[in-house]
């Protein structure tokens, strides 16, 4: 089983920058595959980027294309997202998910979840 705790939101202007951490519990996380998807108050939730679990490829929506990164570091059981140029669009609660999908780069909503971490971004 594996545990996954969100970290590092918070209140910034646009423009701004942000790194989010997603921190797990319990066993390696080397062969789950991993993700950040977020939800606005009443939207529905979206896939924003996922990596992999061989960390060689990984996905980004649109929306986040050229802005956020996604990265992993195994040995810390730790999975980031830097987020640059940030909008007030991006204001939402951020998840973290992980899930063992074999060559799927992203897990999904059978997958292990975090509780979210808040990001406001004011204009």
């Known amino acids: 089983q594996v545990h996954l705790v969100e970290s590092g939101g918070d209140s910034v202007q646009a423009g701004g920058s942000l790194r989010l951490s997603c921190t797990a519990s319990g066993s390696a996380i080397d062969d789950y595959s991993m993700g950040w998807f977020r939800q606005a108050p009443g939207q529905a939730r979206e896939r924003i980027t996922c990596?992999?679990?061989?960390?060689?490829?990984?996905f980004y929506a649109a929306s986040v294309k050229d802005r956020f990164t996604i990265s992993r570091d195994n040995a810390k059981k730790t999975l980031y997202l830097q987020m640059d140029y940030l909008k007030p669009e991006d204001t939402a609660m951020y998840y973290c998910?992980?899930?063992?999908?074999?060559?799927?780069?992203?897990?999904?909503?059978?997958?292990?979840w975090g509780q979210g971490t808040q990001v406001t971004v004011s204009s």
């Open positions: 998910a992980a899930e063992k999908v074999g060559n799927r780069n992203c897990p999904t909503d059978s997958g292990h």
């Open positions: 990596i992999h679990w061989s960390g060689t490829r990984s």
